[in-house]
T-cell receptor, first 108, second 112 residues
Framework: AQRVTQPEKLLSVFKGAPVELKCNYS??????LFWYVQYSRQRLQLLLRHISRESIKGFTADLNKGETSFHLKKPFAQEEDSAMYYCALKGGSYIPTFGRGTSLIVHP | DAGVTQSPTHLIKTRGQHVTLRCSPI?????VSWYQQVLGQGPQFIFQ???????GRGNFPDRFSARQFPNYSSELNVNALLLGDSALYLC???????????FGSGTRLTVV
């Protein structure tokens, strides 16, 4: 079975502060991990995937197989980063399992 | 390209009724997946279709069914609606089953 845990329902920071959105997973094989983002009144969209090893909108995420984590990080939060963030895992079935999401609020 | 389109955007149904939700994938995308998102939770997988065949099914009762047409569009049907079926139903398409998803805006279903 595959499972994704996002322990924080809400994360509140001030503009310019570092951000770390936590994601832990449970999967026996080699997973493919994603972060999706949903801005207010917009559709869910892919932010980044671990195999791309890219930085999108200043966000990065590193897969740590030892700790089974895929935390999303940004050194300096911006107000426009306020959104719902979902971590997702794809196992052998190619069907993503989503976490419950973390609401990020960036205060001015 | 209009992206993934879903219809209707909002729907109100009475308990016991049935509902059909529709999804048109991005042109060229062969895989369509359906998710249910209840308020305060992440999307829960319902079905995945690829080339008109069911490739995966989540932990949902048999009241939920779906199909994919030759043009790759898809329908999600829910029979004997319950209050607990009230949710946002998301459709996502991908080029192949192992590619990233593009989501539609969803259909907000309210069962009263």
């Amino acid at each position: 079975a595959q499972r994704v845990t996002q322990p924080e329902k809400l994360l509140s920071v001030f503009k310019g502060a570092p951000v770390e959105l936590k994601c832990n997973y449970s999967y026996s094989g080699s997973p493919e991990l994603f972060w999706y983002v949903q801005y207010s009144r917009q559709r869910l969209q892919l932010l980044l995937r671990h195999i791309s090893r890219e930085s999108i909108k200043g966000f990065t995420a590193d897969l740590n197989k030892g700790e089974t984590s895929f935390h999303l990080k940004k050194p300096f939060a911006q107000e426009e980063d306020s959104a719902m963030y979902y971590c997702a895992l794809k196992g052998g079935s190619y069907i993503p399992t989503f976490g419950r999401g973390t609401s990020l609020i960036v205060h001015p | 390209d209009a992206g993934v389109t879903q219809s209707p955007t909002h729907l109100i149904k009475t308990r016991g009724q049935h509902v059909t939700l529709r999804c048109s994938p991005i042109s060229g995308h062969k895989s369509v997946s359906w998710y249910q998102q209840v308020l305060g939770q992440g999307p829960q997988f319902i079905f995945q279709y690829y080339e008109k065949e069911e490739r995966g099914r989540g932990n949902f009762p048999d009241r939920f069914s779906a199909r994919q047409f030759p043009n790759y569009s898809s329908e999600l049907n829910v029979n004997a609606l319950l209050l607990g079926d009230s949710a946002l139903y998301l459709c996502a398409s991908s080029l192949e089953v192992n590619y990233g998803y593009t989501f539609g805006s969803g259909t907000r279903l309210t069962v009263v």
